[in-house]
């Protein structure tokens, strides 16, 4: 899927009336994803979800699709360590970091966000794509590029967990072109602690329960108690 749809929503005070009361209903945990274009504005979001009965919050330093910002301060280690310290400084509860695939090198983010107190990092994002249609010669997207999802960027998605797990401490949430219980069994072995599903969910909004029947049908055939066990085991060539 290739979309550019940024990240329009009602708001921190439309989630609290509406959104947190009706999550609350259920026995699961609410993590919330927050994103910003300035730093003031990530600090003064991050103390209002301070505030409220939530989980942890996902710090969005990685979206493409929106024109400042966002992409600006994931990047690059100084700029994620900035940003992820002065939010540090105002939530107490757990912080994961969301990281963009688009940078050379994804270990210096990652880093970035250790050396700031993360508790977790959550990669990756979607890849810059474009789609041009070729009959009237313009970019199918209003916006010219916007993000990729989905199966395709799952090889990048699981090299690039891979390569966070040898470089930094904190847990990994691995996500990027998840649809099977094999799928997420390549990325914990390649790392990652948990898994995130995204995109498929509009295929089938039942996914993440075929996934889960598939890591059960996984650690029966190949004789596996616990699950954590195989997080970081892959051996490679």
Known sequence: MLNSIGLQNPGVEFFMENDLPWLKRFDTAIIVNACGSTIDEYVELCKVLNTLDIDGV??????????????AFGTTYEGVKEVTSQVRKVLDKPLIVKLTPNVTDITAPAKGAE???????????????????????????????GGLSGPAVKPVAVRMVYQVSKAVKIPILGLGGIITGEDAIEFMLAGAQAISIGTANFIAPDTCLKVIDGIEKYMKKCNIEDINSIVGTVEMN
């Open 58 to 71: 996902e710090l969005n330093l990685s979206c493409p699709n929106v024109k400042a910002g966002c992409l």
């Open 115 to 145: 050396d700031a107190g993360a508790d977790g990092v959550s990669l990756i994002n979607t890849l810059l794509g474009m789609s041009i249609d070729i009959y009237k010669r313009r970019p199918h997207l209003a916006n010219n590029t």
